[in-house]
């Protein structure tokens, strides 16, 4: 699992770097919300972000895939994603 949480953080650490957004200043809600991938990824195949429901149906759990397609708009309106895995950039 180790293995699988080092790749799910670069990932996103590289998606970070590419995006105008960052990670929350907040290391234990980072940390948490990659374990979070990192036991979906094992279970489900895929890391989908654990702040929503899988329901079966791959059509509407692919959007949910981190960085879900909902991350975006939640940051603009809210400052943060869902998750607070993602906040707004300076």
Do not use: Q
């Amino acid at each position: 699992m180790e293995n699988e949480e080092a790749k799910i953080r670069k990932m996103l650490t590289d998606y970070v770097s590419a995006s105008p957004y960052k990670f929350n200043p907040d290391t234990k809600i980072v940390d948490r919300v990659i374990k979070g991938l990192v036991m979906r990824k094992s279970k489900y195949g895929h890391a989908y972000c654990p702040c929503r429901i899988v329901t079966g149906n791959m059509e509407k759990d692919k959007k949910a895939i981190c960085p879900c397609v909902y991350h975006k708009e939640e940051i603009e309106r809210d400052g943060e994603c869902h998750c607070n895995l993602f906040v707004r950039g300076n």
